[in-house]
């Protein structure tokens, strides 16, 4: 077997690609990401001008491996630079086991290593993580999923208990009734369906990075990127104090998660001494899923994230899932010590390509 590893040539080789990735992804049959606008969005529109790395493998004329990684911008420390955002790694399931995977992370990560001094994944398959150690990539913490229950209607269906619902409904309501934060009265909120619509998001979104050590520059042209995925639909959540100033964000979306339908907050950010907005921010998302029939609130975030975010004192609970960073220091210009300790980060789905 000979296995050519090279660029990819979204030109040449992008319907082989699409369907590499319903082969490796069955389970997103129907879903849009699998379309070419989904592609074109995630690869081709990144809002600077540094472009995404693609890479693909061969066997003869058949493509079994794909890599690619999309150019976010983190400031880390006081610096600002390029980061390869791994996604969409896959191997053909005809061919698995051949070193595959292997080969095409060996080669991808040295190909990126004259590009970005690390790289940043999020995997939640527990079988891909032997691998990307096995090529030097490190998990630094976890990130676990947390939720939130507003009512327990279909997650009892699924399990055949849906005539316990109403009465687990009730102690459901008591428990969240009494697990929420006090909140500054002359906080006001709103919530909208474009980002743009929020006065001073840019200034917030800088001085909200600017109170981290590590943290994704999510400047306007970046959102609005970010937020713009075909045929996905986001709201927007901010709080002012009284001045008007921006002082807390939320984006989020629907999602069905094992059939329930949810909320998936995307990105939370909240300014150093304003933790005060945290229960006016968990009341405004129940008011808004309780109109739209939604059951559950979750969220991707690391232990100290979720302590500083006030998750317990506001009803979620960490489920048994939980996604992992994992970084390859490519070039050592930042240190371990830099890139490993979880206190430096506030990581979400925002920061990688989910939901």
């Known amino acids: 077997m000979e296995l050519k590893l090279e660029k990819f040539d979204y030109t040449l080789y992008l319907s082989q690609q699409r369907f590499l990735f319903s082969d490796c992804f069955p389970e997103t049959k129907g879903n849009p990401i699998q379309s070419t606008e989904h592609y074109m969005w995630k690869f081709h529109s990144f809002p600077h001008s540094i472009k995404s790395w693609e890479f693909s493998s061969f066997i003869d004329t058949e493509m079994v491996g794909y890599y690619a990684a999309i150019p976010y911008i983190y400031k880390i420390g006081g610096k600002i630079t390029p980061v390869g955002m791994v996604c969409d790694v896959m191997t053909s399931p005809k061919h698995q086991g051949k070193g595959i995977f292997t080969q095409m992370g060996k080669f991808s990560t040295k190909e990126l290593s004259s590009e970005v001094p690390f790289t940043m994944g999020y995997p939640i398959r527990k079988e891909v993580i032997p691998g990307h150690l096995k090529v030097g990539w490190k998990i630094p913490f976890t990130l676990p999923l947390y939720i939130k229950f507003l009512r327990l209607d279909s997650l009892l269906a699924s399990k055949k208990l849906g005539f316990t619902s109403p009465v687990a409904n009730i102690f459901l309501s008591v428990y969240n009734f009494f697990r929420q ?175």
């Open 181 to 355: 934060t006090k909140y500054n009265k002359l906080y006001k909120s709103s919530v909208s369906s474009d980002i743009n619509d929020i006065p001073g998001y840019d200034t917030f979104a800088k001085e909200w990075a600017d109170s981290l050590s590590n943290s994704l520059i999510k400047d306007l042209p970046f959102a609005n990127w970010r937020y713009s995925a075909p045929e996905r639909k986001y709201k927007f959540l901010s709080i002012t104090d009284k001045p008007g100033k921006v002082i807390g964000f939320v984006s989020f979306r629907n999602i069905l998660k094992e059939g329930v339908p949810s909320y998936g907050l995307i990105d939370y950010m909240v300014l150093p001494g304003h933790e005060d907005c945290h229960g006016l921010i968990n009341k405004i998302l129940a008011q808004n899923a309780k109109i739209e029939g939604i059951e559950a609130i979750m969220t991707m975030m690391s232990k100290k994230s979720a302590a500083d975010y006030l998750l317990f004192k506001n009803g979620f609970l960490k489920s048994p899932f939980a996604f992992s960073l994992i970084i390859k220091n490519l070039t050592n210009e930042f240190s371990e010590e830099e890139l490993f300790d979880e206190n430096n980060w506030h990581l979400m789905w925002v920061d990688s390509d989910d939901l």
